[in-house]
Each structure stands twice: as C-alpha cells, then as structure tokens.
C-alpha cells in the first residue's frame, strides 16, 4: 500500500493538572463531523485514567482502538520508547485515522515532543497542526502559578541556599510558551475582573502576541483549534522554554500514588473526604472512579487545588471488577498519610 503524500495533522493538547484537556478532547470527539480522530492521551501516574474515560465514552464513531494510552510516564521523556512506535501504530492502520489529538500529561513539556516530529521515522508523515494550551483560571486567579515574593524573601533571609525555581510556575510557562493558541477554560468560575487580571498575567509571560479564547468546560468550536496548519515543528526557535536544547527534564518535584477508594460511600460522602484530602499538604491532583450501592454508573472523582467534582460517566462492564482507585499527585513528599487519612473518614 503507498503511503499518501500528505502528512497527518496532530493536535497537541497541553495544561497542567486538572487544567480540562480531557474534556476538551472529549468535546472535539464528540464533535468531530464525521472526521476519522485518533487519541493519544498520556498520563503521569499508574492508573490509566483519562484513556478509559475516552475510550469507554460511547462517543459515536470512537472505538477503543481509536484511543491510545500511555500511562505511567511522559511521552516528552520517553519519546524513542513510547510515543514514536504508538503514532507509527496508528498510521500503519488499514483506516488511518485523518487527524490525531495528543493529549499531554499535566506535568509534560510540550516542546520535547513538538520536536519530535522531526524524527525521520515520522517526519514525512505527520505534522503539528497546533499546540492548544489549556489554562485553569481560577488557578492562575488563585496564585498557584506564581511565587510568593514576601515568603520567598523570608526564606532567603533564613537560608540563602535554598532552591527558589517554582517548579509549577516553570511546567506553566513551558507550556503556554510553546502554543499557537491558549484556551482559557473554567472561565465560568472567575468574574470579569479576575478573568482580565489572568488574562494579563498570562500575556505577562508570553513574548508574542498569542490568541486567548475564554471558554468553560472545555467547549469550544473545534474549527479554532483544529485546522491551525501550524507546523510547530518548523517552528521551534519562536517557542522559548525553561529547558535547552536536547535537555533531559525530569519530575523529580512530583510525586504519584494510586490509592483504593472505600467502597459504599454516597457520592456526597465521598466528596467531603476527597475536599479534606485535597487539602493535605503539598496535594496537585485527585482524580479516580468508584461504584456506588445501588447504582449501575461509575462514579467519576476529580479534585483540582481545593476543587472537588463528581459525576457519573459510563456503566460499568458486566464482568469488570467495580474496585474504586484514586490518583494523587502533589509536590514531591506531599503529605500522603493525610490524604489516606481523609479518605478513611
């Protein structure tokens, strides 16, 4: 079979954690017009969550084989090994998919992977439409981006030699630096002013001038995003970032751990045990599934900073094992006795 001339366009979607990248993709699945998508979706932690929320979603058109995961790791660090071979899967299939949303971790840099695309294995191939980068407002409104200078002068006082890179604040601009289009998402949950006051923020980082969209959950038309004929890859020198050149970055400033959920809870129940745990020291990140008595759904679970959601997303599978789990991550040596505490009740 020849290959077609053509390169595929692939999206890639970055934000940090909780930021709203999958229900983006979901919104751009479900909203897809008849084009063939194809999903890589890649998370830091050892439950894959995000890809079983894709792949069981009962989207028209989107099968299981249509949703790649790759789990525990970052595609950014792993580039050769993980991601490379996983798009070379989806481009050998008989009916390859005609464009391909790849969804970052929260703690992904995207620049490694946009240069990725200049590998020979995949150069001739694909190409990077766009790099979307979804921003949590209340987030950014909130400060968890940005540096205490008060606390940081006090610190300094007690111990000039402690480390003040903002390890957060770092993986955020790596990513907004790196975009051809910034969504800023949960903007129904900040006013007018803090939405203006983000919005001044973000543009405070950036050194070009980037289109903003506000949006909330994650809707928006797909034609913004998808479409951008942005050639990231031939583009890398306008997209600064904290790391150089062929460096390595790690996320030794972060930890994750899978921990069981207690059965039998009421959604209500568990909401306020998840609220205290996201409030133990150091914790990013909750996020897991559940069963409920007497209900046939699976019961979804997020935290973001001191956020706490629930919903119900699917049925479960007749012989799949209803076993709650819960994703944390945090800071490198949050405080996970607390969070385990928390959910205990």
């Known amino acids: 079979m020849t290959a077609s001339l053509a390169k595929v366009p692939c999206t890639i979607i970055t934000g940090f954690l909780g930021a709203g990248k999958t229900t983006l993709v979901r919104h751009l699945l479900e909203n897809a017009g008849g084009k063939r998508l194809a999903v890589l979706v890649n998370e830091f932690g050892d439950l894959g969550f995000d890809g079983s929320f894709l792949a069981g979603c009962g989207i028209e058109g989107c099968t299981e084989e249509d949703v790649v995961e790759l789990p525990n790791g970052c595609i950014c660090c792993t580039v050769a090994d993980d991601f490379v071979p996983a798009l070379e899967k989806l481009l050998n299939r008989p009916n390859p998919p005609e464009h391909i949303l790849i969804e970052t971790s929260g703690l992904a840099l995207p620049k490694p992977l946009v240069t990725a695309f200049n590998w020979p294995a995949i150069r001739s191939r694909v190409t990077v439409d766009g790099v979307i980068a979804v921003v949590d ?86 034609a913004l995003i998808v479409g951008l004929n942005a050639a990231a890859e031939s583009d ?79 049925a479960w599978g007749a012989d799949e094992a209803r076993d709650g789990r819960l994703v944390v991550i945090g800071l490198k040596g949050f405080d996970r006795t607390a969070v385990e505490a928390a959910l205990a009740g």
């Open 137 to 222: 407002g209340p987030a950014v409104a909130e400060g968890q981006f940005a540096d205490d200078p008060e606390a940081m002068a006090a610190q300094a006082a007690q111990d000039s030699s402690v480390e003040h890179d903002n390890p957060l604040e770092e993986v955020f601009e790596d990513q907004i630096l790196c975009a051809d289009l910034i969504l800023l998402n949960k903007s129904d949950l900040v006013d007018a002013e803090a939405r203006a006051r983000v919005i001044a923020e973000i543009r405070a980082h950036l050194p070009k001038a980037i289109k903003i969209v506000e949006t909330s959950h994650g809707k928006v038309e797909p």
């Open 236 to 314: 890398l020198a306008a997209r600064p970032s904290h790391h150089g050149e062929g460096e390595d970055h790690d996320h030794d400033d972060f930890d994750s751990v899978s921990l069981p959920l207690p059965a039998g809870l009421s959604p209500e129940t568990l909401s306020i045990r998840m609220t205290k745990a996201a409030e133990a020291e150091g914790v990013l990140r909750l996020k897991g599934f559940t069963a409920v008595p007497g209900k046939p759904m699976r019961l979804v679970v997020q935290g973001v900073g001191r956020r706490v959601s629930h919903h119900f997303d699917r």
